[in-house]
């Protein structure tokens, strides 16, 4: 006999270790919904057996739950105020700049802080870069560091000639010495503490997956970990309604100063 959603959601959460409930529950269940329909799967009872079952399943599920679109430069506007704006500032504070890409997806984000700073010839000992994400086989992809076209197309030509290599036809690899300048870990924002000590913290794209509650909660997690006059960074379509009660000042866009 066939499973309602909800218990669906209840069961995997246990055999897959997500917190479900963070999540905005339609777009969970529509996620599930295309992918059983890609892989002919009848219903929410098959699909739960195959998870529980087939760990090819549960990674391929566990991809399509997680979207990890991202690219380099995304929003060039927001990261053209990074350069010009909050980088010679930081750097010109702090000794060593802590920096935090959650999540990273496959390392798009991080990368591009790191061609930044090259550009901006910052000594990498100056600063850190530490990238995070839940999904495991997106953090592999992110250490190889080869792209298509589709990753790269906001790259300036001149960037793009310094730091890629064309490898064939569709795809590009990043040069070794950005690729050593960030670190790679597996995290999950929403069960785990965080790290603390960050000048800077990239959250871009991940907010608008999640409900109220929350968001409500992570950003509070951030600001625990957030250094004063750190700074947040998130996605375009992201905003924080109301940055003082967290004791943030909106600054450019999607920046906010903590203070
Ligand atoms: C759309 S990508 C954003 C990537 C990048 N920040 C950007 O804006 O281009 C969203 C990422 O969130 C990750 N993710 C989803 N749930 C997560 C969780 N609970 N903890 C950490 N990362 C998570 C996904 O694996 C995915 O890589």
């Known amino acids: 006999m066939s499973i309602e959603f909800s218990e669906f959601k209840d069961q995997a959460k246990k055999v897959l270790k997500i917190n479900f409930d963070g999540y905005k529950i339609d777009r969970v269940e529509r996620r599930t919904k295309s992918l059983m329909n890609r892989h002919d799967i009848q219903d929410f009872s098959e699909c739960l057996e195959l998870i529980k079952s087939d760990d090819q399943f549960r990674d391929a599920y566990l991809n399509h739950f997680t979207i990890n679109t991202s690219e380099f430069f995304r929003n060039p506007k927001n990261f053209n105020f990074l350069e010009k704006k909050i980088f010679p500032k930081l750097f010109a504070e702090k000794r060593k700049v802590r920096i935090w890409s959650a999540p990273c997806s496959n390392g798009s984000e991080p990368y591009t802080l790191a061609i930044i700073l090259k550009e ?140």
Not at 123 to 143: H, M, N, Q, Y
Not at 207 to 217: P, S, V
């Open 120 to 259: 901006l010839n910052i000594r990498s000992s100056s600063f850190e870069i530490v990238a995070s994400d839940l999904d495991k086989t997106i953090l592999k992809e992110a250490k190889k560091a080869v792209y298509k076209e589709s990753s790269i197309k906001n790259v300036p030509k001149k960037l793009l000639n310094k730091y890629f290599e064309k490898i064939d036809k569709r795809n590009y690899q990043l040069s070794p010495e950005i690729k050593s300048q960030v670190s790679f870990e597996q995290r999950d924002l929403i069960n785990k503490d965080f790290a603390d000590n960050w000048d800077l913290i990239l959250s871009r794209n991940f907010f608008i997956y999640l409900t109220k509650e929350m968001k409500d909660q992570l950003i509070k997690k951030f600001i625990n970990v957030l250094n004063e006059e750190g700074y947040l960074f998130l996605g375009n379509t992201e905003y924080i309604f109301n940055p003082k009660k967290y004791g943030l000042e909106k600054l450019y866009q999607s920046f906010y100063i903590y203070r």
